[in-house]
């Protein structure tokens, strides 16, 4: 068929389950799952795989959830802090997935009880760069790689470096005196203030998000650290980014950097990782920036670490409790710029991401490599 013409490297797929499973997705019709949501249509989907080299048969259109901002906001929230189990599944969904060989969704939970009865399933894609909302520890014990893409990395990128400009300057800061009728010259960080190519920038995580965030900071002359233990300092060399110097220990990170953002995966191992410990590692003057997720931090040792006066501030586009409470202590903070989780909103980027996605997977096909296999490390050859 014309489809494995398209495939120079079927043989490097020994980590998905064997070549053989790779060729079927293209050489014989797969029964296909897609369900969408208020923010990404089941017809782009649709038309994302028609134009893919994916051969596509039966393709089963669910829908999940409603059109309530509000509702999907609770339920986005509810699965980033506790899973795939924490909303309700899509409506069919349980009686499609029995005879599905790819399921492709965007926020829509994918919970153990489904992967089980997915007999078939050879393939699972998310159009986004979470997998909170996947039971990934499961598809791997059934062998099922977990397809990802990092939609927002462009938009996410933006925004911390307005975050970092904003609270090393008081740029919200003074908006918000001004508005109480205080014209004022004299801030938290009056006397410490410096040009922004001045700084030091640490990255703690150099994925995607990491890497556009250091192009945008090298551009503006910044000097940049980073820690990262899957990126070796080839690859970095290998994707432009060799002006990115590497350091040893995530421990460097906070001791050297004058700002430190974290662009982290949130899973069992990485929540709550940076704690008090780190916080009292950083310079008196530096700052800490954090659009990746919320439960990353330990947030009473940050709000501690900011009252003991660790390090100067933090702007916080992710909080562990969303929407964060009223009574919270950062709220009072002026030295706190709080976000409400928007860094990665584009008009763009999340009604399309089904076509980056299936860009990834294309170029996947092509070349045998790819780094948006979320669980490849748990995969059997």
Same mark, same amino acid.
């Given at each position: ?16 389950? #064997?070549?053989?499973?790779? &060729?079927?997705? +293209? ?11 208020? @923010? ?42 506790? #899973? ?9 969904? =349980?009686?499609? +997935? ?24 050879? *393939? ?51 908006? &918000? ?27 703690? #995580?150099?994925?995607?998000? #990491? ?13 940049? +650290? ?21 350091? =040893?220990?995530? =421990? ?16 069992? /191992?990485? /929540? ?39 390090? &100067? ?8 409790? =969303? ?40 170029? @996947?096909? /092509? ?11 748990? *995969? /059997?050859?």
């Amino acid at each position: 068929m014309e489809f494995i013409t398209h495939v120079k490297n079927i043989n490097g797929f020994k980590k998905i389950g #064997g070549a053989n499973r790779m &060729k079927d997705l +293209i050489s014989s019709p797969q029964n296909i799952v897609v369900i969408g949501d208020m @923010y990404v249509s089941t017809d782009v989907m649709v038309e994302s795989l028609e134009k893919s080299k994916i051969n596509c048969g039966k393709i089963t259109q669910l829908f999940w959830g409603d059109y309530d901002k509000t509702h999907f906001a609770e339920n986005q929230q509810n699965l980033e802090n506790h #899973g795939s189990d924490a909303a309700p599944i899509a409506e069919g969904l =349980e009686e499609a +997935i029995v005879d599905a060989d790819i399921v492709m969704t965007h926020f829509s939970p994918i919970p153990k009880y489904i992967i089980e009865k997915g007999k078939n399933l050879k *393939l699972i894609l998310t159009s986004r760069g979470g997998v909170e909302h996947i039971n990934v520890k499961e598809a791997s014990n059934h062998n099922i790689p977990v397809f990802n893409v990092i939609r927002n990395a462009e938009p996410v990128a933006d925004f911390a470096l307005g975050l970092m400009l904003d609270i090393t300057r008081n740029i919200t800061l003074s908006d &918000k005196f001004i508005r109480n009728g205080q014209w004022m010259h004299e801030y938290y960080n009056t006397g410490q203030i410096k040009l922004f190519n001045g700084h030091l920038v640490g990255l703690v #995580g150099i994925g995607n998000v #990491g890497a556009a965030i250091a192009r945008r900071l090298n551009a503006l002359g910044v000097s940049i +650290i980073a820690y990262d233990s899957f990126v070796s300092e080839e690859r970095l060399a290998q994707q432009g980014l060799g002006f990115i110097k590497k350091v =040893e220990t995530m =421990e460097d990170v906070f001791k050297k950097a004058d700002i430190v953002s974290v662009h982290l995966r949130l899973t069992p /191992e990485t /929540e709550g990782i940076i704690n008090e410990d780190y916080f009292k590692l950083m310079k008196k003057t530096a700052y800490f920036i954090n659009t990746a997720r919320g439960g990353l931090i330990d947030e009473d040792a940050l709000i501690t670490s900011l009252q003991k006066g660790y390090f &100067k501030g933090a702007a916080l586009d992710v909080v562990k409790k =969303e929407p964060i409470p009223s009574d919270s202590p950062l709220i009072k903070m002026d030295n706190v710029l709080l976000t409400s989780h928007i860094a990665g909103m584009s008009e763009d980027a999340v009604p399309k991401s089904p076509f980056l996605l299936m860009a990834e997977l294309d170029r @996947y096909f /092509e070349t045998g490599v790819t780094n948006r296999i979320v669980n490849e490390k748990d *995969l /059997e050859v």
